[in-house]
């Protein structure tokens, strides 16, 4: 028998909390298709587990209403790459060759990422190499997504914008000892859109829920509908 399980509600709701940050128990009922008073006894057991974390809201004179939202412990269920071992490493390499010697490293780790995105993302439409940029995000377990910008909507232009959304850093633990390595991901993404101007939204780092890239395109062929 495979020890492989479906995903369970429970699953569903951290999934849901890692995507919207925080909300309440009748947000998530109806989009899971499942009961308030259901999903309020997951919630009560996820508590327990320490998975989420909970705050009240009073709206007017009635009971508090309840916001929930993960808990640095939920948030680690999902994927990361090697962060203790990468930690240590770094930590290791800044103790022996200095802090100004990793950040160097760090940059050129970052300019071969780049390097290697921009070859994989290739040419064409610019919705299509976002779109292969958030499939290879996600293959190194980034949560993201990506989503066109209407003129009048979020940014006021002509030429075509995109947002890029990840729910979940691979790399926060690291972030948080080297933060550097944030401000080399927006270059990266700049780097594999060279035609296209990049600019940070939403960070994680600074206590929100999502790190977010609005993508613009700023040269005649990026504008192309290819």
């Known amino acids: 028998m495979s020890s492989l399980q479906p995903p369970s509600t429970k699953d ?18 109806e989009p899971l298709d499942v009961s308030v008073q259901a999903i309020r006894r997951h919630l009560k057991d996820l508590t327990t587990e320490e998975l989420i974390e909970h705050r009240a809201v009073q709206e007017g004179m009635g009971r508090p209403n309840y916001l929930y939202r993960l808990s640095r412990k939920g ?10 071992f990468a930690i240590s490493l770094l930590d290791t390499m800044a103790d022996s060759l200095g802090k100004d010697q990793v950040q160097t490293i ?8 780049a390097e290697e995105y921009r070859r994989l993302v290739g040419v064409g439409a610019l919705a299509d190499r976002v779109a292969r940029l958030v499939e290879l995000r996600q293959a190194e377990g980034y949560m993201a997504e990506w989503h066109e910008v209407t003129p009048d909507n979020e940014v006021r232009t002509i030429a075509p914008c995109y947002i890029i959304t990840e729910y979940n850093c691979a790399i926060s633990h690291i972030a948080e000892t080297f933060p550097s390595v944030c401000g080399h991901e927006l270059e990266m993404f700049q780097m594999a859109l060279p035609d296209c101007s990049v600019q940070r939204t939403h960070w994680l780092a600074q206590g929100e829920h999502r790190c977010g890239y609005l993508v613009q395109a700023q040269d005649e062929k990026a504008v192309e509908k290819g």
Do not use: N, V
């Open 75 to 84: 948030r680690d269920r999902f994927p990361a790459q090697y962060d203790e």
């Open 12 to 29: 569903d709701i951290l999934q849901a909390l890692l995507k919207q940050g925080e909300t309440s128990a009748q947000s998530l009922a």
């Open 106 to 113: 760090l940059q050129k780790q970052w300019q071969r990422k």
